[in-house]
Each structure stands twice: as structure tokens, then as C-alpha cells.
């Protein structure tokens, strides 16, 4: 990435966050590779709970991105595989934003913040799980130096999912 990337800030998520969250993320494209629609209400509340929890158990959780003017994007950080498939056992690091932020180097930024921070708390290495027709992903995962280890197909949806690891 040749430009600069926009300054971001990451917090640990708040109850109104949930709020938002589901509005951001209640578009279509946004949700293309998590079954198309936006969770309800309440599944957005009790993850910005847990996250609230990993953080103050662990020092990191899925944060709340925030882009100027403390405007809510999206989310990026890392949690424990939450899947009893693929890497379990293993930090997974991850984002989503509205759409509106698409391609202006939010997800990078925030993403790397989120290295930074998991290394500052000992975490020896993440993974990225990415749907194989997720090239936006996948060029996040590119750009923060993650290199493809393994191909796991979805339980739910039947596709290929990538396994990307970067060891930290």
C-alpha cells in the first residue's frame, strides 16, 4: 500500500456499540461472506460483552474501530477460535466495517494496531480465517504479512475457508 494510512482508534467495545454495530453491518455486501444478513440485535449485544470480558481477562477482544470524529467503523482486534472446526485452540485476528469505509485503508490500520497490541500481550502468533472469494480479506491478510497454511471447508456453507498465520 503506497498512501498513508488514516488514523484510527480502537476501544474496547461499549454497550451502545451493539447498536451500532448492527446498523453498520446490516447491509448485504458487508455480510456476503457471514450468510448475507446482519445478525439480530441481541447477538451483537452479547459479543460486545464477551469482547469486554476477553479484554479485561486477556488485554485484547474485537475493538470498536473509530475513524475521525470518534465516528464507530466497524470492529478489528482478535479473540480464541470460536469454531469447533478449523484452527481451534488458535488467536484469530479480524475485521468488519460499514461499507462506506471500503477501501480507504481502515481495515490495515486497525489491524495492524491490533498486532501491536497482541504482541504487547504475548500472543505468539494469529490466524485469519478468510472465505477463499473474499479478495478483500485476503489482500488485508497480504498486507499485514500473513501467509496461507491451510484450507479448511465450512462446515455450514460447504466453501473453501483459507487459514492465513503470521507469527508474531
Not at 72 to 97: D, H, M, N, S, Y
Request: net charge negative; hydrophobic share 40%.
Amino acid at each position: 500500500m503506497n498512501r498513508a494510512l488514516p488514523a484510527v482508534r480502537l476501544r474496547v467495545p461499549t454497550d451502545e456499540d451493539a447498536v451500532v454495530w448492527h446498523r453498520v453491518f446490516n447491509d448485504p455486501e458487508v455480510m456476503e461472506f457471514y450468510g448475507g444478513r446482519s445478525a439480530e440485535l441481541f447477538v451483537y449485544e452479547e459479543l460486545t460483552a464477551r469482547q469486554r470480558r476477553h479484554d479485561a481477562e486477556r488485554g485484547y477482544c474485537l475493538w470498536t474501530v473509530l475513524g475521525e470524529g470518534d465516528e464507530v467503523l466497524g470492529f478489528t482486534g482478535a479473540q480464541p477460535w470460536p469454531g469447533e472446526w478449523g484452527p481451534k485452540g488458535e488467536i484469530e485476528i479480524g475485521w468488519r466495517l460499514g461499507r462506506e469505509h471500503w477501501g480507504k485503508g481502515y481495515v490495515t490500520a486497525a489491524a495492524l494496531t491490533t498486532l501491536e497490541r497482541l504482541r504487547a500481550a504475548g500472543v505468539p502468533r494469529v490466524v485469519a480465517m478468510v472465505m477463499a472469494e473474499n479478495r478483500r480479506s485476503i489482500a488485508v491478510t497480504r498486507r499485514l504479512g500473513m501467509e496461507l497454511a491451510e484450507v479448511f471447508t465450512h462446515p455450514r456453507l460447504g466453501e473453501p475457508a483459507h487459514c492465513y498465520r503470521l507469527d508474531l
